[in-house]
C-alpha cells in the first residue's frame, strides 16, 4: 500500500524525485543518438578503413591525422572554409547593423518590409542555392541581364576559380545578412534610453553616440550573432553541393564537402572520420573559448 | 533649420535603404513564382518578360510527377514525426530542468547545445555506416531519429524559458486547491506556454523540412524529401527552370507561411532563446 502511494506520488510529480521521470527519457535517448554516433566516427578515423577494400580493413592509431596534416587538399579546404567564414561575417555583421538601424527608425509600411526582410533565411537553402545557380546563368540568368542594362561585362561567376567563392559569399550574405540585422535589432531595441538623454544634452554627434553608446552597448548581441553565424558558417555545404560541387578544381571546396567527398566518393571512412573529429576539436575549442560565456548568461532577475 | 533639413533627407535615405533590402530580399520569391507561371520559351527569355501570359504547365507537370509528391509527403510525414517526438520528450525534460533541483545543471545546458554545434557531416557518416549494418538506410524511422538528435536540444532550450517564464505561483495556487503537480502543470503551465510550444513546434518543422545534408546522405529511392528531390529535377530534366522553380515555390511554400507566423519567435529560437 505504502509503495502504491509514493509510486503514484511519484507519476503526479509530487515527489522530490519526480524529475528523474520527466528527465531521463529524453536524456538517455539522446545520449544515445549523440554519443554513440561520436564515438563511433573516433574509433572509425583510427583505422585504415575503405568501403572499396573491405577486407583491409585494419587499427593504425593515428596514421589517418598523420596523413591529414600532410594533405594540401585538408589545408586548402580550410583556407576555403575561413576565408568564406570570415569575409561572409564581416559583411553580415556590418550590413546587418546598417539595416538592424534602419529598422529601428520610422519606416513606410515597416511591418511588410520587415516581413520581407526575414525571408531569406527562412526558405529551403536548397531553393536558394538553386535560385541563385540559375540567376547566375551567364546565358538566361537575371545577373547578366541586369549588368548588360548597366553595360558591364557578362561574367561565368561559377566557372572561374577566382569568381567562384566570392560569388557563393555573396549568397551566403544574402541569405543570413537578414539573421544578424534582427539579432541586433532586438539588442538595439532592448538598450536602455538614459545614455542617450544624457549624450544629447551633451550635444553629442550621431556618429559619435553610435560609436561610445549604442555599439558598447550592443556588444552581446553582436557575440551572440558572431558566435551563431561562425558555427553555422563553419559547417556550410549545402549551396557548394547545389552549386558548384567543389569546383572549379578545389576552390568552393569546404571541410564539410572534402569530407564528404572522402567518404562517398573515394570511399575513405576511416580519413573521412578524422576530418570530421578534427572539425569537431575546432568547433569544440572556439565553443568553449566564446560560446560558453556568452550564452550561459543567465538573464537578468534570476 | 538646417537642421531638420538633414533629419528629412536622413530619414528618405533609411527609408529607401531598407526598401531596397527588402526587395532585394524578395526578389527570387518574385522570380520563383513568376517562373513557375512561365511557358519554356518566357521563362529563358533574355530580356525577362515581366508582363506574360500565364501558364499552369509546370504546376500541372509537378503535381502530376509521382515520385516528388512522394518525396513532398515523405518530408512532411518525417518533420511531422520529428516535431512530435521532439515536443514529447523535450517538454517534460524543459520542465524538470526549470523546476526542479537537478545537480549540474549549466553542464546539462551546455551539453544539449553542443549536440546543435557539432557539425552535421560529423555524425553523418557515423549514421551511414551503422545505419548499413542495422539495415535502417532509407527508412523514415532512421532519419527521424537523426533529426530529433537536432531538434531534442533545441526544444528543451526553447521550452525551459516558456516554463521559467510561467509564474510558479499560479502553480502553488492551483496545488493548494488540490491539483496534483502534474495536474497543475496541464491546467497551468500548458495554457500559459501554448504560444511557445506552438512556436517551438513550428521552428522545429522548418529545420526538418529545410534539412539536406542528412537526407543526402541517408535517405534513399522510398524515403527521399522534398529538398533532395528538387536537384533531382536538375540532372534528369535537363535546364527546365519552369519546373524547377514550380517546385522550389511548392517546397518553400509551407516554411514561409511557418515562418511569417512565428515572426516574433524566429530569432529567439535561432538562437536558442539566447536573443529575447
Known amino acids: 500500500m505504502d509503495r502504491k502511494k509514493k509510486f503514484i506520488k511519484f507519476v503526479t510529480l509530487e515527489s522530490p524525485d519526480s524529475w528523474k521521470l520527466l528527465y531521463y527519457p529524453g536524456r538517455i535517448i539522446l545520449l544515445l543518438i549523440t554519443i554513440i554516433p561520436t564515438v563511433y566516427a573516433l574509433y572509425l578515423s583510427l583505422h585504415y578503413y575503405n568501403l572499396g577494400k573491405l577486407r583491409d580493413k585494419k587499427f593504425i592509431f593515428l596514421q589517418n591525422y598523420i596523413e591529414l596534416f600532410q594533405d594540401e587538399r585538408f589545408w586548402n579546404s580550410l583556407k576555403v572554409t575561413l576565408c568564406f567564414a570570415l569575409i561572409s561575417l564581416a559583411a553580415e555583421l556590418i550590413l546587418g547593423m546598417l539595416i538592424a538601424l534602419g529598422l529601428s527608425k520610422k519606416i513606410k509600411l515597416k511591418g511588410v518590409a520587415q516581413t520581407a526582410i526575414l525571408l531569406p533565411m527562412i526558405i529551403t537553402p536548397v531553393v536558394v542555392a538553386l535560385f541563385w545557380k540559375m540567376f547566375y546563368d551567364p546565358q538566361f540568368g537575371n545577373l547578366s541581364y541586369f549588368l548588360s542594362l548597366l553595360n558591364l561585362p557578362v561574367p561565368d561567376m561559377l566557372s572561374y576559380r577566382n569568381t567562384a567563392l566570392p560569388a557563393m559569399i555573396i549568397v551566403d550574405i544574402w541569405e543570413w545578412t537578414p539573421y544578424v540585422a534582427l539579432i541586433l535589432l532586438s539588442g538595439l531595441q532592448a538598450l536602455p534610453q538614459e545614455p542617450y538623454e544624457a549624450a544629447r544634452v551633451d550635444g553629442a554627434s550621431r556618429w559619435q553616440t553610435f560609436r561610445y553608446i549604442t555599439f558598447p552597448l550592443m556588444r552581446s548581441a553582436v557575440n551572440i550573432a558572431v558566435i551563431f553565424r561562425f558555427m553555422d558558417l563553419f559547417k556550410w555545404m549545402d549551396t557548394v553541393y547545389v552549386m558548384t560541387g567543389g569546383g572549379p578544381g578545389v576552390s568552393t571546396e569546404t571541410l564539410s564537402y572534402y569530407a564528404y567527398m572522402n567518404n562517398f566518393k573515394f570511399l575513405d571512412v576511416g580519413y573521412a572520420s578524422a576530418l570530421c573529429i578534427v572539425m569537431l576539436l575546432i568547433v569544440m575549442v572556439i565553443c568553449n573559448t566564446f560560446g560558453k560565456k556568452i550564452l550561459l548568461r543567465e538573464p537578468e532577475g534570476e | ?276
Request: glycine fraction near 6%; include cysteine.
Open chain 2, 1 to 276: 533649420m538646417g537642421k531638420k533639413r538633414k533629419e528629412q533627407v536622413l530619414s528618405v535615405v533609411t527609408n529607401v535603404f531598407i526598401w531596397v533590402c527588402a526587395v532585394i530580399c524578395a526578389y527570387p520569391i518574385y522570380w520563383l513564382v513568376t517562373t513557375a507561371f512561365k511557358t519554356r520559351v518566357d521563362a529563358f527569355a533574355v530580356p525577362p518578360k515581366w508582363i506574360f501570359t500565364p501558364t499552369l504547365e509546370n504546376i500541372k507537370l509537378i503535381l502530376g510527377a509521382e515520385s516528388f509528391m512522394r518525396s513532398y509527403l515523405n518530408s512532411a510525414l518525417i518533420s511531422f514525426s520529428t516535431v512530435f517526438l521532439a515536443l514529447f520528450l523535450g517538454i517534460p525534460m524543459a520542465y524538470a530542468l526549470a523546476r526542479f533541483p537537478i545537480p549540474k545543471k549549466k553542464g546539462i545546458m551546455m551539453w544539449l547545445l553542443s549536440t546543435k554545434m557539432a557539425p552535421p557531416i560529423l555524425v553523418a557518416i557515423p549514421y551511414y555506416m551503422i545505419y548499413k549494418n542495422l539495415h535502417l538506410q532509407d527508412t523514415h524511422f532512421g532519419l527521424i531519429i537523426v533529426y530529433l538528435m537536432f531538434n531534442l536540444a533545441f526544444t528543451v532550450w526553447m521550452t525551459k524559458g516558456f516554463v521559467e517564464g510561467v509564474p510558479i505561483e499560479l502553480e502553488e495556487a492551483a496545488r493548494i486547491d488540490g491539483a496534483t503537480r502534474l495536474k497543475a502543470f496541464f491546467k497551468v503551465d500548458v495554457p500559459v506556454m501554448k504560444g511557445g510550444i506552438a512556436a517551438t513546434g513550428i521552428l522545429c518543422f522548418i529545420t526538418v523540412w529545410n534539412e539536406f545534408l542528412m537526407a543526402l546522405i541517408l535517405s534513399g529511392y522510398r524515403t527521399k524529401t522534398a529538398p533532395i528531390s528538387i536537384t533531382g529535377f536538375i540532372s534528369f530534366e535537363g535546364i527546365r527552370w519552369g519546373e524547377i522553380a514550380a517546385a522550389g515555390m511548392m517546397v518553400a511554400l509551407p516554411v514561409i507561411i511557418m515562418g511569417v507566423l512565428v515572426r516574433d519567435h524566429l530569432v529567439s529560437g535561432l538562437t536558442m532563446g539566447a536573443v529575447k
